[in-house]
C-alpha cells in the first residue's frame, strides 16, 4: 500500500483556501485541456492499452498462488509445482517489463505536453504589454511558468495515469475474486473500505503539520531573499540590522525545526496505525474463509481462500488513492484554470494583421492629440501635440512625474495611446508592423539593463553579426573603449548582476554603445536624473552630441548641455506641453522653463562653472 503522498501537490487533503476557491469546471474547460493532450492521442492509447496489459499481468500470480497450494502443494503434484511456480515468476516479470514500458511512454507524453505549454506560455508573455511586467510580481510570474506547468506534468503522469490504472487494476482482481468465490469476494469489499477510511484521518493529522512546516519553510526562504540580496543587505548594513534580522532567521530556523521532529515523529505513529489496519483486514478473511470451509461449503479451497487473501492487499492501494481522487480532481482544474487565466489575458500590444512596413525609414516622429492613462481615472498625458522633423532632435524638459517617459514610451508602443495618434514616417504606429517599428528605434533609457554577462555579449545583443571592428567602433563613439581596454579582460569583462559591476556613467556609455550597433533611424536618450561626476557627465556628453546630429533623436533632458544642444525644447507640466522653442526664447519667458532653469539647470551650470 503506497504512503500518503506529501508531493508537491500538496498531500491528499484540501485546505480550506482551496475548499473556497474551487474551480467551476465547465465544458470548455475540460475540452481545452483535452485540447492539449490531443496531439498525443496514440501515445495515450497505447499507454491505456499497457496498464490493461500489466494490471492483468499483476494479478495473475496471485491466482496462480491458489493452484500453487491446491494443485502443487495439497495434490503433492511436483512437476506442476515446479511449472506454477516458474509461470508465476515470468509472468510478474513480464508485468515490470510492461510497466517500464508504459513508465517511459508515459513520462514521454507528460514532458512533451508540458514542453508545448511552456513554450506557448513563453511565447504569450512576451507579447505582454509593460503594464503587465510593471503590474505583476515577478515571483508570480515565474511561478505560473514553473512550478505551475510543473504540475501539469504531475497530473498526467501521476493523477490521470494512476486513476486509469487503479480502476483497472480494481476491475480485474474483483472480477478474479467473484470467480472464485462470492460471498468471500464481497467480504473482501466490504473490508476494504472499512480499513482504509480510518487511517485516512491519521494521515490528515500529519499533513496539516506538513504543511506548517512548508510556511515555515517559506518564512525562512521569504527572510533569505530579503536580506541576502544585494539591495536587502545593503539596507540592512546601512541600518545596522544584523542582530535584528538574525534573530528573525533564528527564530524561523527553530521553529520549523520543532515542526519537523513533530512531523516525523507522526509519521511513525501513523505507519504503525496503518500497518495494525492492513493486516487486520488479511486475518478477517482467512477467518471468514475458514468458517465458510469447515461448516458450509466444502468446495472451498485453501488456495481459493489464499487467492482472495493475496488479491485483497492488492486492491487496498487502488481504493486508497481512488479516495483521493476528488482532491486531485480539484486541485487539477484549479491548476489549468489559473494556467489558462494566463493564457488568456489580453495582448494588449500586437503588431497588426495587414501591417505596414514602409522601404526606408527617415525617423520623423508626431504626436496628435495624444492623450494616455496607465489605469482609466487617472490620465497622465493631456492632448500632447507636436512634430519632429527627420533629422532633427528635441530636448523634453519637465519636473519630475510630469509624463517625459510616458510620452517616449508610446513611440515604440511599449504603451499605446489612449487618445489621438503618435505617427512615425507619417503612419500611425499601430498601422506599422511592430518589430519593423521597434528595430529603427533605440533607446537608451534611465535604468540601463546590462544581462550578466561579459560587455561584448550585451553588445552583440544589438546584433549578433557585429564584427570586433564595429564593436570597437560603436564603443569609441560611446566614449567607452578606452575603459574597456583598460580592463585586464576587455570586451569579455563580466558586468556582473544586472551590471552591478560597473558606474553608472560607464553603465550607460555602454549601453549607448549597444544602442549605435543598431543603428537606429530614431534615437531616445533619457538622461539619468541620478547626478553623475561632471567627468562621467562630460564623456555622454561628447558620445551623444554627435549622434544626434546625424539622426532624429528625442532626449528627456536634465542637464543645460543636453537641451542647448538640442533643435528645439518641449517644456512638459502634469501632462500637456506648456511651452515649445528655443533656449533663448523660453529663458526670459518668466515660464515653466524660466523656473526649471533657474533651479535644475541652473544649479548644474554653477557647478561646471565652479569645476
Ligand atoms: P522622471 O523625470 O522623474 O523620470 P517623468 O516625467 O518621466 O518623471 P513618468 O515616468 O512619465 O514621469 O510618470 C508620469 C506619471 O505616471 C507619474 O505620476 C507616475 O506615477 C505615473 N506612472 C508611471 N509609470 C506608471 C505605471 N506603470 N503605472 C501607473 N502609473 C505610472
Not at 496489459?53 to 495473475?60: A, E, K, T, Y
Not at 482504509?196 to 493529522?205: C, D, E, F, H, L
Not at 496539516?208 to 543587505?233: F, H, R, Y
Not at 478477517?284 to 475458514?290: D, F, M, V
Request: aromatic fraction near 8%; charge should be neutral; charged fraction near 20%.
Amino acid at each position: 500500500m503506497p504512503p500518503m503522498g506529501m508531493g508537491r501537490m500538496g498531500g491528499n487533503y484540501l485546505s480550506e483556501e482551496e475548499k473556497k476557491n474551487r474551480p467551476k469546471v465547465t465544458r470548455e474547460l475540460l475540452l481545452r485541456i483535452f485540447s492539449y493532450l490531443k496531439p498525443y492521442w496514440k501515445q495515450m492509447l497505447l499507454v491505456l492499452l499497457l496498464i490493461l496489459v500489466s494490471s492483468v499481468f499483476g494479478i495473475l500470480p496471485s491466482i496462480l498462488t491458489g493452484k500453487i497450494i491446491d494443485v502443487g502443494l495439497i495434490g503433492r503434484n511436483l512437476r506442476m509445482l515446479v511449472i506454477l511456480i516458474l509461470a508465476s515468476l515470468l509472468v510478474t516479470f513480464l508485468s515490470n517489463l510492461i510497466g517500464v514500458a508504459e513508465s517511459y511512454l508515459n513520462t514521454w507524453i507528460a514532458q512533451h505536453i508540458t514542453l508545448d505549454m511552456r513554450n506557448s506560455m513563453f511565447r504569450h508573455l512576451q507579447k505582454m504589454s509593460q503594464r503587465f511586467f510593471t503590474s505583476n510580481n515577478q515571483g508570480d510570474i515565474i511561478t505560473r511558468m514553473t512550478s505551475d506547468i510543473d504540475g501539469v506534468r504531475q497530473i498526467v503522469t501521476n493523477t490521470l495515469t494512476s486513476i486509469i490504472s487503479n480502476v483497472i487494476t480494481l476491475i480485474v482482481a474483483i472480477v478474479a475474486m467473484y470467480q472464485k468465490n462470492w460471498i468471500l469476494a464481497t467480504a473482501a469489499i466490504l473490508i476494504v473500505p472499512l480499513f482504509v477510511i480510518p487511517t485516512r484521518s491519521a494521515g490528515k493529522q500529519r499533513w496539516s503539520l506538513a504543511k506548517e512546516s512548508q510556511e515555515a519553510n517559506d518564512e525562512i526562504n521569504g527572510i533569505l531573499n530579503e536580506t541576502l540580496s544585494v539591495s536587502g543587505q545593503l539596507l540592512v548594513k546601512l541600518f545596522g540590522k544584523e542582530e535584528r534580522e538574525y534573530r528573525r532567521y533564528s527564530a524561523a530556523n527553530e521553529r520549523m525545526i520543532r515542526l519537523n521532529i513533530k512531523e516525523s515523529m507522526a509519521g511513525r505513529w501513523f505507519r504503525v496505525v496503518l500497518s495494525t489496519f492492513t493486516s487486520i483486514g488479511p486475518m478477517l478473511l482467512y477467518l471468514l474463509g475458514g468458517i465458510l470451509m469447515m461448516k458450509f461449503d466444502s468446495s472451498v479451497t485453501v488456495g481459493d481462500i489464499t487467492v482472495l487473501v493475496a488479491l485483497l492487499s492488492r486492491i487496498y492501494g487502488p481504493v486508497n488513492s481512488l479516495l483521493n481522487v476528488q482532491v486531485e480532481w480539484i486541485r487539477s482544474m484549479a491548476l489549468f484554470t489559473r494556467l489558462f487565466e494566463y493564457f488568456d489575458m489580453p495582448v494588449e500590444v500586437e503588431s497588426p494583421k495587414d501591417p505596414v512596413i514602409p522601404r526606408r525609414s527617415i525617423g520623423s516622429v508626431a504626436f496628435r492629440h495624444v492623450s494616455f492613462s496607465y489605469e482609466p481615472e487617472r490620465e497622465i498625458l493631456h492632448d500632447v501635440n507636436f512634430y519632429l522633423p527627420a533629422g532633427r532632435s528635441v530636448a523634453i524638459v519637465g519636473p519630475s512625474g510630469s509624463g517625459k517617459s510616458t510620452l517616449v514610451n508610446l513611440i515604440p508602443r511599449l504603451y499605446d495611446a489612449t487618445g489621438g495618434e503618435v505617427l512615425y514616417d507619417g503612419t500611425d504606429v499601430r498601422k506599422l508592423e511592430l518589430s519593423w517599428l521597434r528595430s529603427k528605434i533605440g533607446v537608451v533609457s534611465q535604468e540601463t539593463y546590462l544581462f550578466n554577462g561579459t560587455i561584448r555579449e550585451n553588445l552583440l545583443y544589438a546584433r549578433e553579426d557585429a564584427t570586433e571592428e564595429e564593436l570597437i567602433e560603436a564603443c569609441k563613439k560611446a566614449n567607452i573603449y578606452d575603459f574597456i581596454e583598460a580592463q585586464e579582460h576587455g570586451f569579455d569583462t563580466i558586468v556582473g548582476n544586472r551590471g552591478l559591476k560597473l558606474s553608472g556613467g560607464e553603465k550607460q556609455r555602454i549601453s549607448i554603445a549597444r544602442v549605435l550597433l543598431k543603428n537606429p533611424t530614431l534615437l531616445i536618450f533619457d538622461e539619468a536624473t541620478s547626478a553623475l561626476d561632471s567627468i562621467s557627465e562630460r564623456k555622454i556628453q561628447d558620445a551623444i552630441d554627435p549622434l544626434i546630429k546625424t539622426r532624429s533623436s528625442i532626449l528627456i533632458a536634465h542637464r543645460l548641455s543636453t537641451i542647448l544642444a538640442a533643435d528645439e525644447i518641449l517644456v512638459l507640466k502634469d501632462g500637456c506641453i506648456v511651452e515649445k522653442g528655443r533656449h533663448e526664447d523660453l529663458v526670459g519667458s518668466g515660464g515653466v522653463y524660466t523656473e526649471l532653469y533657474h533651479t535644475q539647470f541652473g544649479r548644474a551650470l554653477e557647478r561646471e562653472a565652479g569645476e
